[in-house]
């Protein structure tokens, strides 16, 4: 079974400048996680998706993190503008159904942002 | 509360026992994980247990749950240089995952 996909796996920008991350999750995962783990720290949930609706964004900082998951497969997040307390590594996750009690989460390999 | 701790750093010989442990906050955690993460990787699931649960076993791996601490501890028994990696534990509650900063763990010859 192919895991987590993400893309790009580097990503150095500007202060200022927008960027965006892409996550294709395992085949089948109705779940969605989006996490931010700066260096040093523990992963952070931003924001969870069920299938193509948001089900939890509380700590997803709104007025310049955005996330979307059309058809309720692939995602994207998108950071607009940057600041340099982005600069983190942010993973996405996904597992089979959160609502019938499928707990396991499997990350893909994370996406390295450096804001400079 | 949602904190999860964990020591950061744990040095050990090949073919020790490794011990790494983890405190939690929140009460109504349903399933505690640990997971590892290698340089340049995601995290990789390693085991979970159940809240109702005291102890679980995985060939190498033992986790062990005092609910009345809230204390979580995995053993890793005969650690490899493969097994040099950074430990999460996590709690889950309510859907949500909150993790520890990590345990470093160094496995010298």
């Known amino acids: 079974e192919a895991g987590v996909a993400q893309s790009p796996r580097y990503k150095i920008i500007e202060k200022r400048q927008s960027v965006a991350f892409w996550c294709n999750p395992i085949?089948?995962?109705?779940?969605l996680y989006w996490y931010q783990q700066i260096l040093g720290q523990g992963p952070k949930l931003l924001i969870q998706f069920q299938n193509n609706g948001v089900v939890d964004d509380s700590q997803l900082p709104k007025d310049r993190f955005s996330a979307e998951r059309l058809k309720g497969v692939d995602s994207t997040l998108k950071i607009q503008p940057a600041k340099l307390e982005d600069s983190a590594v942010y993973l996405c996750a996904s597992s089979y159904d959160r609502d019938r009690g499928h707990h396991e989460q499997f990350f893909g390999p994370g996406t390295r942002l450096t804001v400079l | 509360g949602e904190d999860v701790e964990q020591s950061l750093f744990l040095s050990v010989r090949e073919g020790d026992s490794s011990v790494i442990n983890c405190t939690y906050t929140d009460s109504s955690s349903t399933y505690l994980y640990w997971y590892k993460q290698e340089p340049g990787a995601g995290l990789q699931l390693l085991t979970y247990?159940?809240?109702?649960?005291d102890m679980k076993q995985d060939q190498r791996l033992t986790v062990l749950l005092n609910k009345k601490d809230k204390h979580l501890s995995l053993r890793i028994a005969d650690t490899q240089t493969g097994d040099s990696a950074i430990y999460f534990c996590?709690?889950?509650?309510?859907?949500?995952?909150?993790f520890g900063a990590g345990t470093t763990v160094t496995v010298r010859a």
């Open positions: 996590a709690e889950r509650d309510d859907y949500k995952l909150s």
């Open positions: 085949s089948g995962h109705a779940t």
């Open positions: 247990i159940f809240s109702n649960m």
